[in-house]
């Protein structure tokens, strides 16, 4: 039986894919604010510091069939002072992203610059544009896939030809992509960011069959946040975030509360906590640690879409870690804006 629920699995999943619109061409991290450079390319070194390390690992439906597995390292910084309060920014992400029982794979490498302009000299206030390569591999190991021709009416044999024609193991393709984001902080230290981004600007072809073109399809991305001091020591920050990729879409929304009572007088400390929705997919539990520099984030997706019957609200388990080095004694010292979103 083991064959046959591993044919309706995948019929399943597809049919999902179709109805609830929910799932794209790209991979998705539930911690997109602990993803920025991936969300965005104009937020590539919008930060204080020197520069900016992140993790993020993300396994998905594993109690349904092989799990999907994401997994993102990353590498910014801005660059020096160009003109006035304008800077540039340059980095670097690998994305290593695995699904199903024929590994179909991808592995991208992604060149990121930036620009930013200072809107204002009294708040902190800018204008942001990115632009991204990303040269990108996918594959698949068809020896890994079972197909209903070999079963041979009581197990699955290997050994009967599968009569499907394959075509080619790995393709590669080179991706552009590009960015604009707004974000000001006014002096009351209430923040306020909104950017749109766009990726697979040229429509390279991700084909693996021979004679055959499949242009990736261009995703086009809206994000949104706003930081809100309250009494207490708290701060709220909601947020969103929007992919639309032809007739797939992802809308995801929620917010984060967070704690500063354990600061201590130079060390900034915070626990926080959150509540986001991809919206007809899953809900999505959140919380974290902001020590000094470092972010440490884990998140559970709780999935209530028309798979819960098979996935008993099973969705994805993920876990962020974010760095930020601060530049040597010397340097001057330029705050910028940094979005949560």
């Known amino acids: 039986m083991t064959i046959i629920r591993n044919i309706l699995t995948t019929l399943l999943l597809g049919y999902l894919s179709i109805q609830q ?32 390390l992140g993790l993020q690992y993300r396994n998905q439906w594993n109690s349904v069939t092989t799990p999907f597995q994401s997994f993102l ?4 910084f801005p660059l020096k002072k160009i003109h006035k309060k304008n800077y540039a920014g340059a980095g670097i992400f690998i994305l290593r992203d695995k699904a199903g029982d024929g590994n179909f794979g991808i592995t991208q490498a992604s060149l990121s ?13 800018y204008l942001g544009f990115g632009f991204q390569l990303s040269p990108t591999q996918k594959s698949v190991d068809y020896e890994r896939l079972r197909f209903p021709d070999q079963f041979d009416g009581n197990k699955y044999d290997p050994g009967i030809n ?15 992509s590009a960015g604009v984001i707004w974000s000001m902080i006014k002096r009351n230290s209430k923040g306020y960011s909104l950017g749109f981004s766009v990726f697979h600007l040229n429509r390279p072809n991700q084909s693996l069959l021979d004679q055959q073109t499949t242009p990736v399809n261009i995703r086009w991305s809206v994000q949104g946040s706003m930081t809100y001091p309250m009494r207490n020591e708290w701060t709220l920050v ?5 992919n639309q990729q032809v007739k797939q879409s992802e809308v995801e929304i929620g917010m984060l509360a967070k704690n500063n009572r354990l600061s201590v007088p130079g060390v900034t400390t915070a626990l926080y906590t959150g509540l986001y929705t991809r919206w007809g997919d899953a809900a999505i539990i ?30 994805g388990f ?19 804006t940094c979005p949560t979103f």
């Open 21 to 52: 619109g929910v799932v794209a061409q790209d991979p998705h991290f539930s911690q997109y604010m602990l993803a920025p450079v991936y969300t965005n390319p104009a937020q590539t070194g919008f930060f204080t510091g020197g520069y900016r």
């Open 73 to 76: 390292a990353g590498i910014d």
């Open 286 to 315: 959140v919380a974290g640690l902001e020590y000094e520099y470092l972010n440490i984030g884990l998140s559970y997706d709780v999935n209530y879409s028309g798979l819960r019957k098979a996935s008993y609200l099973r969705g």
């Open 113 to 125: 610059a930036s620009y930013f302009l200072s809107m204002s000299r009294r708040v902190n206030h």
């Open 238 to 242: 909601p947020g969103f975030l929007v």
């Open 162 to 176: 599968s009569g499907e024609d394959f075509g080619i193991r790995v393709m590669d393709y080179l991706s552009v």
């Open 318 to 336: 993920e876990v962020s870690m974010q760095y930020t080095f601060q530049k040597p004694q010397g340097y001057t010292k330029r705050d910028v």
